[in-house]
């Protein structure tokens, strides 16, 4: 805290717009996180869906996290314009977006089903029946991820907001609580002997044809940000699956005591953003020149990590206080106070360490093979923390004595 105390006045301010939306994004995604401990039905009746749960999450919160994280990088830049024009900055941000959102989410329904399979979760929703569910999600919720993104990043131009402070937690959270519903909602439309069917071929045509036809409009930022976020989406929609699956495996215990389930949207969205945060802060600095991508952080670097770290310790009390606080009061089991905040502490420090140095490492290895880091780092660092928040959380349900 002495250290802090030297930072200067920018420094402060940036800390409490990041300390602001981390707990604006915390109190949102409790939304989701009592949703999902309210679809205990959904989840036993449809096997296998909770290993596309954090997939389908992590994904809009990736794919939108770094279009927010790109959009930021045009303001400190100078790029960025008001005009949402196919040919604009925005307007091939938004493009890009929307294709990555269909193709990945065709993508994940494949994933789901192939993990699920290789950690012998026996008979679960069929791929048809995922791929159904996952599409019609992921547009739903990404037409609201978009809007309140570029909503978002006209404000921060108005108000003299740095996107980099603000942006990944409120998408993160915002990518919470828009998806979950929009995964239960469709699941009405599997199960179905023509409907369902009729629905899948739709999805796939959608799924494959949106990049396709982005692809072909030529403009060379949008097919950049394609080129580059693809196979990197595709890496954190694999990690994001296994971290359901991890989840899956536990379902058992988790639905004996739905205040766990509660646990899970904003511990593994908290991790994410702080993770995003200092990522988008790095990205932007690299572009600035301000931060040098060596092994090694350097002073400013190291100050934005000091940042993030002082912003974990509150928020990891407060998702302990309010999921337990949170079922008792909608009447789901708890295994107490005390439980439910040492798992998320033992969890949080589990997981901190590893979120600096994925968004560190993430983001200056992407800058010295010459890609974006604003592609890279959000995606990068929110996924894996989707796995080791995964990990952790088990790990420390075991440690605390709740199964």
Known sequence: MLRLLRFRKPEIEGLGQAGAALSVATLVSFVAGFTLGRIQGILEELPGLLVLVPAAIGMRGNIYGALASRLGTAMHTGTWTSSRRADTVVGQNIAASLALSLATSLVLAVLAKSVAVAFGL????????????????GFASSLVLLTITVALSGASVRRGWDMDNVAAP???????????????????AVGHRVVTPVIGALVVIAAVGAPWRAWRTGHPLLRRIMAESIPVLLVAGTLNTVAGAVFETRLARLLALPALLMLIPPFLASTGALGGILAARVGSKLHLGTVLPQPWPGHAARKDMILVSALRVPTLLAIGVLAHVGATLSGLGSPGLGAMVAVTAIAGVITMLATLMVAWYGSIAAYRVGLDPDNHGIPLVSSTMDLFG??????????????
């Open 122 to 137: 026996g008979s679960t929703l069929g791929i048809l029946d995922l791929a159904v569910i996952s599409v019609l999600a």
């Open 170 to 188: 409120l998408v993160t959270a915002a990518g919470d609580v828009v998806t979950l519903p929009a995964l239960a909602l469709a699941t009405l």
């Open 390 to 403: 995964a990990v952790a959380i088990v790990i420390a349900i075991a440690v605390v004595g709740l199964g």
